[in-house]
């Protein structure tokens, strides 16, 4: 029976939690540079509610999820245009 445990525990986790990488938490720097934009920008989307995100004190994170979620919803739509909404 230990065995059998040892086998489940050996199976990696991280492909089976996290099989695409969709939970992982970005910072704002990153999310800037997958927009090829500056990290004010990108404050300026969470700070209008237009992307959300998580904060740890002064921090804020973007789920990655969350963050591929706003780029299908917004897909060919220009963006400096919704922050002046």
Not at 17 to 36: G, K, N, Q, Y
Not at 46 to 65: D, M, P, Y
């Amino acid at each position: 029976m230990e065995n059998e445990t040892n086998k489940i525990d050996k199976v990696d986790k991280n492909e089976v939690i996290f099989p695409d990488d969709t939970d992982r938490l970005m910072s704002i720097a990153e999310v800037a540079a997958r927009l090829r934009t500056s990290p004010a920008f990108v404050s300026g989307l969470l700070n209008t509610g237009l992307l959300s995100a998580l904060k740890f004190g002064k921090n804020r994170r973007i789920r990655k999820i969350i963050f591929n979620e706003f780029l299908e919803k917004n897909d060919g739509k220009d963006l400096q245009e919704l922050l002046k909404l």
